[in-house]
């Protein structure tokens, strides 16, 4: 099971620092071979993600803001000149107030609701257009989600809504680029301990409760969420498309916790 990936070329959007989802697939997809660019947004998150994109072998680092269009123009217009093609595109961006959610959901304001759908959602749509006609041989299109997408979990508030959008835009997407033979697919893992999880008013309950009743008793590791982009974006996974893949040590078969945590 070594370089599955040789050969394959990809875009990773939404490294933050060693802790990220984003990273956690980079790293994995580089260790099967494949070779990685990767895009920022600002000076400050770009000089987080050059020593990180370094020790993978990268010095393809992308300054793009996927509400500037200019930006994403421009750095899917260099990715063209420098590769010419691309085959794996991770989109693991999203955005929402962070005052936002500690409260109630009803209490969502109009401005902060249309920019985390922007972001969050509208986003994937933007760059898969983008990426489409790159992807020449066909490709493999990974976005992040949760299951506040299609079930209350507490404080998650806006962000719910705009993963049920993004989740529902990726069977869309996956029914548009299947004939080019394009998959899009998203992965859903449980709580994770990442910058952007921690913005989430009662982050750390979450993270124990669903450890601590999950079937395996366990929150899902970047190494098995990275595993899991790899089969996607490799040819194993070449008839999987338009799926919500599951990462979560089982926890979304529950019904209740388990009897000891009643």
Same mark, same amino acid.
């Given at each position: ?8 070329? +990809? ?126 041989? +066909? ?97 194993? +996974? ?11 040590? +089982? ?12």
């Amino acid at each position: 099971m070594s370089e599955l990936l040789k050969g394959k070329r +990809g875009l990773v959007m939404g490294v933050a620092n060693d802790r990220s989802i984003a990273w956690g697939i980079a790293s994995a997809l580089a260790a099967q071979g494949a070779e990685l660019a990767f895009s920022y947004q600002g000076e400050a998150f770009g000089k987080r993600v050059e020593p990180l994109a370094r020790s993978l072998g990268s010095d393809l680092l992308l300054d793009m803001d996927v509400q500037d269009d200019e930006s994403l123009d421009r750095g899917f217009s260099r990715l063209e000149q420098e590769w010419g093609g691309l085959d794996i595109l991770i989109h693991a961006i999203a955005f929402s107030d962070k005052s936002e959610l500690t409260g109630r959901f009803i209490d969502t304001t109009r401005e902060n609701f249309k920019t985390s759908l922007t972001i969050s959602c509208y986003s994937l749509i933007d760059v898969a257009r983008r990426a489409r006609p790159l992807m020449t041989n +066909g490709g493999s299109i990974i976005t992040l989600t949760y299951a506040g997408s299609n079930r209350v979990t507490p404080y998650y508030n806006v962000m719910g809504v705009a993963k049920a959008a993004l989740e529902s835009s990726v069977r869309y997407l996956a029914n548009d680029l299947g004939p080019e033979g394009i998959r899009v697919n998203a992965i859903s893992p449980g709580p994770m301990k990442t910058l952007a999880g921690a913005a989430i008013g009662g982050a750390r309950k979450t993270y124990r409760h669903t450890e601590a009743n999950a079937p395996l008793r366990a929150n899902a590791t970047l190494e098995a969420i990275g595993g899991t982009a790899v089969w996607l974006t490799s040819d194993w +996974g070449a008839c999987t498309t338009g799926e919500i893949v599951l990462v979560d040590g +089982g926890y979304h078969v529950l019904g209740m916790p388990q009897s000891d945590n009643l």
